[in-house]
């Protein structure tokens, strides 16, 4: 059965960064491309990034050379590093892999 735990998020000032992980209980972790979304309130879930299996990456250009997102196979987690956070980018954070999502973790950004 897969599972996806996140953590990492948390109540921080514009500007500061932080690391969100995602680890996942499942076979064929470096198989399947990961992704990391998130969901503001009142907005639809929307991409933020996404690592595929051959480590091919991809970002939403609201994000671009503020987060980057990475992968350790041998550790079956995948990582949301975030610099230079904003209040727009206040959200919940979740990632999802092989077709489920984690529970989601809370980013809070004060202006």
């Known amino acids: 059965q897969v599972q996806l735990v996140e953590s990492g998020g948390g109540l921080v000032q514009g500007g500061d960064s932080l690391r969100l992980s995602c680890t996942a209980s499942?076979?064929?972790?470096?198989?399947?491309?990961i992704g990391w979304f998130r969901q503001a309130p009142g907005k639809e879930r929307e991409l933020v990034a996404t690592?595929?299996?051959?480590?091919?990456?991809r970002y939403a250009d609201s994000v671009k050379g503020r987060f980057t997102i990475s992968r350790e196979n041998a550790k079956s987690t995948a990582y949301l590093q975030m610099t230079n956070l904003q209040p727009e980018d206040t959200a919940v954070y979740y990632c999802?892999?092989?077709?489920?999502w984690g529970q989601g973790t809370q980013v809070t950004v004060l202006s």
């Open positions: 999802r892999w092989r077709g489920v």
């Open positions: 499942g076979r064929g972790f470096s198989t399947y491309a």
């Open positions: 690592i595929g299996g051959g480590d091919g990456i």
